[in-house]
Protein backbone atom coordinates (compact mmCIF):
# COMPACT_ATOMS: atom_id res chain seq x y z
CA UNK A 1 0.00 0.00 0.00
CA UNK A 2 1.54 3.46 -1.05
CA UNK A 3 2.34 6.13 1.99
CA UNK A 4 2.03 8.96 -0.21
CA UNK A 5 1.30 9.82 -3.93
CA UNK A 6 2.64 12.91 -5.29
CA UNK A 7 0.87 14.63 -8.66
CA UNK A 8 2.71 17.38 -10.34
CA UNK A 9 0.98 19.81 -12.85
CA UNK A 10 3.77 20.73 -15.54
CA UNK A 11 1.80 23.57 -16.20
CA UNK A 12 1.65 25.64 -13.57
CA UNK A 13 4.67 23.94 -11.50
CA UNK A 14 2.61 23.11 -8.57
CA UNK A 15 2.04 20.09 -7.06
CA UNK A 16 0.31 18.66 -4.21
CA UNK A 17 0.96 16.57 -0.96
CA UNK A 18 -1.54 13.60 -0.81
CA UNK A 19 -1.40 11.04 1.73
CA UNK A 20 -4.05 8.78 2.25
CA UNK A 21 -2.90 7.65 5.54
CA UNK A 22 -1.39 10.21 7.39
CA UNK A 23 -2.13 13.39 5.87
CA UNK A 24 -5.05 14.25 7.24
CA UNK A 25 -2.81 13.91 10.59
CA UNK A 26 -0.65 16.39 9.56
CA UNK A 27 -0.34 20.34 10.63
CA UNK A 28 -0.95 22.36 7.73
CA UNK A 29 2.19 23.90 7.63
CA UNK A 30 4.18 21.23 7.68
CA UNK A 31 1.76 19.35 4.59
CA UNK A 32 3.14 22.05 2.68
CA UNK A 33 6.85 21.63 3.73
CA UNK A 34 6.83 18.13 2.83
CA UNK A 35 4.90 18.62 -0.08
CA UNK A 36 7.62 21.33 -1.78
CA UNK A 37 10.52 18.79 -0.61
CA UNK A 38 8.69 16.18 -2.96
CA UNK A 39 8.41 18.72 -5.74
CA UNK A 40 12.60 19.46 -5.55
CA UNK A 41 15.54 17.76 -7.38
CA UNK A 42 17.28 15.24 -5.29
CA UNK A 43 20.52 17.05 -4.59
CA UNK A 44 18.51 20.38 -3.22
CA UNK A 45 16.25 17.37 -1.05
CA UNK A 46 19.14 16.12 0.09
CA UNK A 47 20.64 19.51 0.64
CA UNK A 48 17.57 20.74 2.57
CA UNK A 49 17.15 17.90 4.46
CA UNK A 50 20.58 18.04 6.25
CA UNK A 51 19.83 21.55 6.55
CA UNK A 52 16.89 20.89 8.48
CA UNK A 53 18.72 17.63 10.76
CA UNK A 54 21.41 20.36 11.36
CA UNK A 55 18.89 22.51 12.82
CA UNK A 56 17.08 20.47 14.79
CA UNK A 57 20.38 18.76 16.41
CA UNK A 58 21.83 22.52 17.30
CA UNK A 59 18.45 23.41 18.93
CA UNK A 60 18.51 20.11 20.57
CA UNK A 61 22.00 20.49 21.52
CA UNK A 62 21.26 24.56 22.65
CA UNK A 63 22.99 24.51 25.96
CA UNK A 64 21.04 26.24 28.90
CA UNK A 65 22.00 29.43 30.75
CA UNK A 66 24.23 28.95 34.15
CA UNK A 67 24.49 31.45 36.34
CA UNK A 68 28.14 32.11 36.78
CA UNK A 69 28.89 32.41 41.08
CA UNK A 70 31.17 31.14 43.57
CA UNK A 71 30.26 28.57 45.89
CA UNK A 72 30.73 29.64 49.51
CA UNK A 73 34.49 28.10 49.52
CA UNK A 74 35.76 30.12 47.07
CA UNK A 75 33.60 32.97 47.41
CA UNK A 76 35.87 33.40 50.82
CA UNK A 77 38.78 32.38 49.46
CA UNK A 78 38.46 35.33 46.86
CA UNK A 79 37.74 37.78 49.46
CA UNK A 80 40.37 36.62 51.60
CA UNK A 81 42.97 37.15 48.36
CA UNK A 82 41.63 40.58 47.84
CA UNK A 83 42.67 41.46 51.14
CA UNK A 84 46.31 41.50 50.97
CA UNK A 85 47.26 39.94 47.62
CA UNK A 86 45.22 41.63 45.19
CA UNK A 87 46.24 42.06 41.26
CA UNK A 88 48.39 39.47 41.04
CA UNK A 89 48.35 35.62 40.30
CA UNK A 90 49.33 32.84 43.23
CA UNK A 91 49.30 29.00 43.99
CA UNK A 92 47.18 28.41 47.26
CA UNK A 93 47.61 25.91 49.44
CA UNK A 94 44.93 25.09 51.53
CA UNK A 95 46.86 24.31 55.06
CA UNK A 96 42.92 23.19 56.54
CA UNK A 97 42.71 20.38 53.55
CA UNK A 98 46.21 19.44 53.53
CA UNK A 99 45.95 18.62 57.63
CA UNK A 100 42.59 16.68 57.24
CA UNK A 101 44.30 14.84 54.11
CA UNK A 102 47.12 13.67 56.43
CA UNK A 103 44.53 12.31 58.27
CA UNK A 104 42.83 10.27 55.97
CA UNK A 105 46.02 8.90 54.91
CA UNK A 106 46.97 8.08 58.09
CA UNK A 107 43.97 6.09 58.91
CA UNK A 108 43.51 4.46 55.53
CA UNK A 109 47.27 3.24 55.47
CA UNK A 110 48.12 0.66 58.34
CA UNK A 111 50.97 1.25 60.92
CA UNK A 112 52.81 -1.91 59.38
CA UNK A 113 53.59 0.35 56.64
CA UNK A 114 55.88 3.37 56.55
CA UNK A 115 54.90 6.14 54.36
CA UNK A 116 57.32 7.46 51.92
CA UNK A 117 56.52 11.09 50.57
CA UNK A 118 56.90 11.27 46.72
CA UNK A 119 59.06 14.95 46.23
CA UNK A 120 57.97 15.36 42.65
CA UNK A 121 54.18 15.84 43.52
CA UNK A 122 55.46 18.09 46.61
CA UNK A 123 57.59 20.91 45.00
CA UNK A 124 58.94 22.35 47.75
CA UNK A 125 61.18 21.96 50.51
CA UNK A 126 58.80 23.74 53.06
CA UNK A 127 56.07 21.52 52.10
CA UNK A 128 58.04 18.57 53.03
CA UNK A 129 59.25 19.85 55.95
CA UNK A 130 56.11 19.93 57.06
CA UNK A 131 54.80 16.75 56.38
CA UNK A 132 57.67 14.70 57.56
CA UNK A 133 56.93 16.77 60.86
CA UNK A 134 52.70 15.98 60.78
CA UNK A 135 52.86 12.79 59.02
CA UNK A 136 55.68 11.52 61.17
CA UNK A 137 58.05 10.00 58.60
CA UNK A 138 61.53 10.70 57.08
CA UNK A 139 61.28 8.89 53.69
CA UNK A 140 61.42 10.68 50.67
CA UNK A 141 61.53 9.63 47.20
CA UNK A 142 63.29 11.97 44.63
CA UNK A 143 63.55 11.58 40.63
CA UNK A 144 65.73 14.38 39.13
CA UNK A 145 69.20 15.58 39.51
CA UNK A 146 68.03 19.45 40.54
CA UNK A 147 65.68 18.58 42.87
CA UNK A 148 68.02 15.79 44.61
CA UNK A 149 70.75 18.76 44.58
CA UNK A 150 68.32 21.41 46.08
CA UNK A 151 67.62 18.44 49.12
CA UNK A 152 70.94 18.04 49.56
CA UNK A 153 71.61 21.50 50.16
CA UNK A 154 68.77 22.50 52.32
CA UNK A 155 68.30 18.97 54.29
CA UNK A 156 70.33 17.04 56.61
CA UNK A 157 69.87 14.83 53.89
CA UNK A 158 71.96 12.10 56.61
CA UNK A 159 68.72 12.52 58.32
CA UNK A 160 66.70 11.57 56.22
CA UNK A 161 65.95 7.90 53.89
CA UNK A 162 65.95 9.50 50.35
CA UNK A 163 64.91 6.76 47.80
CA UNK A 164 64.86 7.11 43.74
CA UNK A 165 61.66 7.03 42.16
CA UNK A 166 63.87 6.40 38.71
CA UNK A 167 66.92 5.05 37.37
CA UNK A 168 69.45 8.26 37.66
CA UNK A 169 72.37 8.16 34.95
CA UNK A 170 75.98 7.50 36.19
CA UNK A 171 76.67 10.88 35.36
CA UNK A 172 74.22 12.58 37.43
CA UNK A 173 75.44 10.74 40.31
CA UNK A 174 79.31 11.65 39.54
CA UNK A 175 77.57 15.26 39.56
CA UNK A 176 75.82 15.31 42.85
CA UNK A 177 78.77 13.17 44.27
CA UNK A 178 80.35 16.74 45.15
CA UNK A 179 77.37 17.00 47.68
CA UNK A 180 77.61 16.83 51.14
CA UNK A 181 75.67 13.47 52.36
CA UNK A 182 75.43 12.37 48.46
CA UNK A 183 76.14 8.78 49.37
CA UNK A 184 73.59 8.39 51.78
CA UNK A 185 70.60 8.40 48.92
CA UNK A 186 69.11 5.03 48.20
CA UNK A 187 70.03 4.56 44.40
CA UNK A 188 68.01 2.90 41.98
CA UNK A 189 69.18 0.33 39.92
CA UNK A 190 67.31 -1.12 36.78
CA UNK A 191 69.64 -3.07 34.19
CA UNK A 192 73.07 -5.03 34.73
CA UNK A 193 74.84 -2.38 32.62
CA UNK A 194 74.10 0.25 34.79
CA UNK A 195 74.98 -1.47 38.15
CA UNK A 196 77.99 -1.74 36.66
CA UNK A 197 78.49 1.56 35.92
CA UNK A 198 77.32 2.43 39.98
CA UNK A 199 80.18 -0.26 41.13
CA UNK A 200 82.72 1.77 39.04
CA UNK A 201 81.73 5.02 40.25
CA UNK A 202 82.24 3.26 43.69
CA UNK A 203 85.28 2.24 42.61
CA UNK A 204 86.46 5.62 41.48
CA UNK A 205 84.75 7.31 44.82
CA UNK A 206 86.59 4.92 47.02
CA UNK A 207 83.19 4.95 48.95
CA UNK A 208 79.94 2.26 49.15
CA UNK A 209 76.70 3.21 47.27
CA UNK A 210 73.27 1.72 48.74
CA UNK A 211 71.11 0.79 45.90
CA UNK A 212 67.32 -0.63 45.50
CA UNK A 213 66.76 -3.02 42.64
CA UNK A 214 63.18 -1.95 40.45
CA UNK A 215 61.29 -5.29 39.76
CA UNK A 216 58.79 -5.26 36.75
CA UNK A 217 55.42 -6.05 38.75
CA UNK A 218 53.18 -5.43 35.67
CA UNK A 219 53.90 -1.88 34.60
CA UNK A 220 55.92 -2.45 31.78
CA UNK A 221 58.34 -0.17 31.67
CA UNK A 222 61.25 -1.66 32.62
CA UNK A 223 63.28 -3.05 36.00
CA UNK A 224 64.39 -7.03 36.57
CA UNK A 225 61.53 -8.94 34.75
CA UNK A 226 61.49 -12.10 36.67
CA UNK A 227 63.55 -13.02 40.15
CA UNK A 228 65.90 -15.02 37.65
CA UNK A 229 67.14 -11.92 36.38
CA UNK A 230 67.61 -10.31 40.15
CA UNK A 231 69.30 -13.38 40.82
CA UNK A 232 71.89 -12.34 38.62
CA UNK A 233 72.21 -8.78 40.19
CA UNK A 234 72.23 -9.85 43.54
CA UNK A 235 75.59 -12.47 42.72
CA UNK A 236 77.14 -9.21 41.14
CA UNK A 237 76.31 -6.96 44.48
CA UNK A 238 78.18 -9.90 47.35
CA UNK A 239 80.75 -9.90 44.76
CA UNK A 240 81.42 -6.28 45.19
CA UNK A 241 80.48 -5.71 48.40
CA UNK A 242 82.83 -3.04 48.94
CA UNK A 243 81.47 -0.77 46.87
CA UNK A 244 77.79 -1.45 46.22
CA UNK A 245 74.96 -2.77 48.90
CA UNK A 246 71.09 -3.53 47.87
CA UNK A 247 68.86 -1.78 50.52
CA UNK A 248 65.56 -3.35 49.14
CA UNK A 249 63.00 -3.27 46.00
CA UNK A 250 60.90 -0.84 44.34
CA UNK A 251 58.60 -2.11 42.43
CA UNK A 252 55.60 0.65 41.20
CA UNK A 253 51.74 -0.62 40.97
CA UNK A 254 50.72 2.48 39.18
CA UNK A 255 48.91 0.54 36.36
CA UNK A 256 46.28 -1.47 38.86
CA UNK A 257 43.72 1.02 38.48
CA UNK A 258 43.42 1.24 34.88
CA UNK A 259 42.11 -2.13 33.78
CA UNK A 260 40.39 -2.29 30.52
CA UNK A 261 36.97 -1.96 30.75
CA UNK A 262 34.93 -4.83 32.71
CA UNK A 263 31.44 -5.41 33.61
CA UNK A 264 33.03 -5.51 37.33
CA UNK A 265 35.92 -2.80 36.83
CA UNK A 266 35.93 -2.97 40.41
CA UNK A 267 36.48 -6.42 40.86
CA UNK A 268 39.34 -6.61 38.19
CA UNK A 269 41.32 -3.44 40.05
CA UNK A 270 41.28 -6.26 42.95
CA UNK A 271 42.42 -8.67 41.07
CA UNK A 272 45.34 -6.79 39.33
CA UNK A 273 46.20 -5.45 42.22
CA UNK A 274 46.75 -9.24 44.16
CA UNK A 275 48.23 -10.32 40.90
CA UNK A 276 51.02 -7.26 41.79
CA UNK A 277 51.48 -8.53 45.50
CA UNK A 278 52.04 -12.44 43.77
CA UNK A 279 54.74 -11.11 41.65
CA UNK A 280 56.72 -8.89 44.41
CA UNK A 281 56.22 -11.93 46.58
CA UNK A 282 58.09 -14.05 44.01
CA UNK A 283 60.73 -11.39 43.58
CA UNK A 284 61.43 -11.14 47.63
CA UNK A 285 61.26 -15.38 47.73
CA UNK A 286 63.94 -14.98 45.05
CA UNK A 287 66.26 -12.91 47.64
CA UNK A 288 66.04 -15.64 50.34
CA UNK A 289 69.16 -17.80 49.28
CA UNK A 290 71.45 -14.87 49.49
CA UNK A 291 70.28 -12.84 52.52
CA UNK A 292 69.22 -13.68 56.05
CA UNK A 293 65.28 -13.34 57.41
CA UNK A 294 66.45 -10.43 59.23
CA UNK A 295 68.06 -8.91 56.60
CA UNK A 296 65.28 -9.10 54.17
CA UNK A 297 63.00 -7.80 56.98
CA UNK A 298 65.09 -5.26 57.43
CA UNK A 299 64.76 -3.80 53.44
CA UNK A 300 63.04 -1.27 51.92
CA UNK A 301 60.50 -3.42 50.30
CA UNK A 302 58.39 -0.27 48.13
CA UNK A 303 55.16 0.53 46.18
CA UNK A 304 52.33 1.94 46.01
CA UNK A 305 50.66 5.22 45.67
CA UNK A 306 48.27 7.54 45.75
CA UNK A 307 45.83 5.56 43.76
CA UNK A 308 46.31 1.95 45.01
CA UNK A 309 47.68 3.34 48.79
CA UNK A 310 44.27 2.88 50.39
CA UNK A 311 44.56 -1.20 49.60
CA UNK A 312 47.22 -2.14 50.92
CA UNK A 313 45.93 -2.38 54.68
CA UNK A 314 43.38 -5.14 53.58
CA UNK A 315 45.92 -7.54 52.38
CA UNK A 316 49.08 -7.18 55.04
CA UNK A 317 48.79 -10.02 55.84
CA UNK A 318 49.72 -11.87 52.63
CA UNK A 319 52.28 -9.54 51.37
CA UNK A 320 56.46 -8.73 52.00
CA UNK A 321 55.75 -4.97 51.06
CA UNK A 322 56.36 -2.42 53.57
CA UNK A 323 56.84 1.02 51.96
CA UNK A 324 54.11 2.61 50.40
CA UNK A 325 55.26 6.21 48.54
CA UNK A 326 52.59 8.65 47.92
CA UNK A 327 52.41 12.25 46.97
CA UNK A 328 49.72 13.38 45.31
CA UNK A 329 47.15 11.74 48.15
CA UNK A 330 47.96 15.17 50.16
CA UNK A 331 46.72 17.71 47.66
CA UNK A 332 44.33 15.81 45.87
CA UNK A 333 44.80 17.42 42.52
CA UNK A 334 42.23 17.12 39.55
CA UNK A 335 43.42 13.74 38.16
CA UNK A 336 43.23 12.35 41.17
CA UNK A 337 39.31 12.06 41.64
CA UNK A 338 38.45 8.56 43.30
CA UNK A 339 40.71 10.50 46.39
CA UNK A 340 37.75 12.02 47.16
CA UNK A 341 35.91 8.97 47.98
CA UNK A 342 38.04 7.91 50.50
CA UNK A 343 37.97 11.55 52.50
CA UNK A 344 41.04 13.67 50.41
CA UNK A 345 40.17 17.77 49.86
CA UNK A 346 41.55 19.42 46.81
CA UNK A 347 44.32 21.87 48.71
CA UNK A 348 45.94 23.20 46.12
CA UNK A 349 44.47 25.98 43.67
CA UNK A 350 46.23 28.30 41.37
CA UNK A 351 44.57 31.60 41.06
CA UNK A 352 44.26 34.80 38.92
CA UNK A 353 42.90 37.80 38.68
CA UNK A 354 40.05 39.00 36.07
CA UNK A 355 41.55 41.38 34.01
CA UNK A 356 39.21 42.92 31.95
CA UNK A 357 35.41 41.97 31.77
CA UNK A 358 33.41 42.76 28.18
CA UNK A 359 30.07 42.79 28.47
CA UNK A 360 29.12 42.18 25.36
CA UNK A 361 31.37 39.28 23.30
CA UNK A 362 32.53 39.34 19.58
CA UNK A 363 34.49 37.56 18.20
CA UNK A 364 37.17 38.38 16.07
CA UNK A 365 36.71 38.10 12.01
CA UNK A 366 32.97 37.62 12.80
CA UNK A 367 31.85 40.22 14.32
CA UNK A 368 27.75 40.39 12.77
CA UNK A 369 27.49 36.27 13.87
CA UNK A 370 28.97 36.93 17.37
CA UNK A 371 24.86 37.85 18.45
CA UNK A 372 23.45 34.55 16.49
CA UNK A 373 26.70 32.75 18.39
CA UNK A 374 25.76 34.23 22.06
CA UNK A 375 22.48 33.36 21.35
CA UNK A 376 23.13 29.68 20.75
CA UNK A 377 24.86 29.56 23.92
CA UNK A 378 23.81 32.48 26.66
CA UNK A 379 27.48 31.04 28.84
CA UNK A 380 29.28 32.64 25.88
CA UNK A 381 27.68 35.99 26.40
CA UNK A 382 29.86 38.01 28.94
CA UNK A 383 34.18 37.61 28.52
CA UNK A 384 36.95 37.68 31.13
CA UNK A 385 40.48 38.27 30.35
CA UNK A 386 42.75 36.61 32.84
CA UNK A 387 46.30 38.64 34.23
CA UNK A 388 47.40 34.75 34.17
CA UNK A 389 46.25 31.18 33.67
CA UNK A 390 47.07 28.80 30.95
CA UNK A 391 48.76 26.43 33.50
CA UNK A 392 47.59 23.13 33.62
CA UNK A 393 44.80 22.03 35.34
CA UNK A 394 40.95 23.00 34.87
CA UNK A 395 38.50 25.89 35.75
CA UNK A 396 37.47 25.42 39.48
CA UNK A 397 35.74 28.02 40.43
CA UNK A 398 33.43 30.41 39.75
CA UNK A 399 30.75 27.66 38.51
CA UNK A 400 29.53 28.38 35.18
CA UNK A 401 32.45 29.80 33.93
CA UNK A 402 33.89 28.13 30.65
CA UNK A 403 36.44 28.28 28.21
CA UNK A 404 35.28 30.01 24.86
CA UNK A 405 36.62 27.38 22.22
CA UNK A 406 35.45 30.03 19.53
CA UNK A 407 38.49 31.79 20.54
CA UNK A 408 40.53 28.81 21.67
CA UNK A 409 40.65 26.30 19.20
CA UNK A 410 43.47 23.96 20.78
CA UNK A 411 41.34 21.51 22.68
CA UNK A 412 44.20 21.31 25.41
CA UNK A 413 43.84 24.56 26.49
CA UNK A 414 47.12 25.14 27.06
CA UNK A 415 48.66 27.29 25.10
CA UNK A 416 49.93 31.20 25.51
CA UNK A 417 51.02 30.20 28.98
CA UNK A 418 53.22 33.18 30.25
CA UNK A 419 50.94 35.46 30.53
CA UNK A 420 47.68 33.27 29.07
CA UNK A 421 45.82 35.14 26.46
CA UNK A 422 42.70 32.84 26.71
CA UNK A 423 39.20 33.91 27.22
CA UNK A 424 36.48 32.78 29.45
CA UNK A 425 33.33 32.67 28.86
CA UNK A 426 30.14 33.28 31.02
CA UNK A 427 26.32 33.78 31.25
CA UNK A 428 25.04 37.74 31.99
CA UNK A 429 23.61 36.10 35.05
CA UNK A 430 26.91 36.65 36.84
CA UNK A 431 28.61 39.19 40.28
CA UNK A 432 32.09 38.20 38.74
CA UNK A 433 34.10 41.97 38.65
CA UNK A 434 37.26 42.87 37.63
CA UNK A 435 40.04 42.18 39.95
CA UNK A 436 37.42 38.65 41.03
CA UNK A 437 40.00 35.98 41.01
CA UNK A 438 39.36 33.09 38.90
CA UNK A 439 40.57 29.09 40.38
CA UNK A 440 42.20 26.37 38.62
CA UNK A 441 42.61 23.01 39.96
CA UNK A 442 46.25 21.57 38.76
CA UNK A 443 46.10 18.30 37.55
CA UNK A 444 49.03 17.43 39.30
CA UNK A 445 50.97 18.53 42.71
CA UNK A 446 53.76 19.56 40.08
CA UNK A 447 51.61 22.55 39.19
CA UNK A 448 52.51 24.01 42.10
CA UNK A 449 55.71 24.79 40.19
CA UNK A 450 54.12 27.76 38.05
CA UNK A 451 55.04 29.62 40.79
CA UNK A 452 57.96 30.58 42.40
CA UNK A 453 55.92 30.59 45.75
CA UNK A 454 52.65 29.15 47.29
CA UNK A 455 50.54 30.79 49.73
CA UNK A 456 49.08 29.49 53.11
CA UNK A 457 45.49 29.35 53.50
CA UNK A 458 44.17 28.78 57.30
CA UNK A 459 40.99 29.42 58.79
CA UNK A 460 39.77 32.07 56.18
CA UNK A 461 42.84 33.91 56.04
CA UNK A 462 46.49 33.82 54.44
CA UNK A 463 48.82 32.96 56.74
CA UNK A 464 52.25 32.86 55.42
CA UNK A 465 54.27 31.55 52.00
CA UNK A 466 56.71 28.71 51.06
CA UNK A 467 59.02 28.90 48.26
CA UNK A 468 59.11 25.97 45.39
CA UNK A 469 61.82 24.21 43.90
CA UNK A 470 64.03 26.50 42.62
CA UNK A 471 65.58 24.05 40.09
CA UNK A 472 64.00 23.34 36.58
CA UNK A 473 63.39 19.50 35.42
Partial sequence: MDIYTVHFDRRDKSC???????????????????????????????????????????????????????????????????????????????????????????RNLDSRFQLRLVTKS??????????????????????????????????PADSLD?????????????????????????????????LKEYVDLAKQKNTTLYIALEINVGLQRGGYDNPEKMAKAIQ???????????????????????????????????????????????????????????????????????????????YKDSMYVNDIAMGSGFLAPAQFPELYTYGHQPALYLASPVLKKIETALLPHAEKISPLV?????????????????????????DGIIINTFWNEDDKGYSNLLPNQSILGSSDKNRIQVDDFIFTQPWEGDGMLCFSKVLLYKKTKIVGEWTTYAGGN
Wanted: hydrophobic letters at 40%; aromatic letters at 14%; proline letters at 5%.
Fill in 16 to 106: LFQNNALCSGLYGPLQHILSYICCMHHWKKGILFCLLVCSFILLYKKPNKVPCTYSPYFKQLNESLKVNHKGASHAILDMDRLDSNIVVIR
Fill in 122 to 155: LPSVDLLNYLMQQANTNRLMVFSEPFIAELLDKC
Fill in 374 to 398: NWWNPNLKVSYFMMGGGWPGDIASP
Fill in 236 to 314: YIQANHAYVRCIGLMGYDGHVPFVPFYINKKKQILKAFADVQNRYNAFVNGLKPYYTEDEIKAMTLNSGGSRTYFYYKN
Fill in 162 to 194: ILLGKPLPVDAVARLSGKEHWNTIHWLVDTEQR
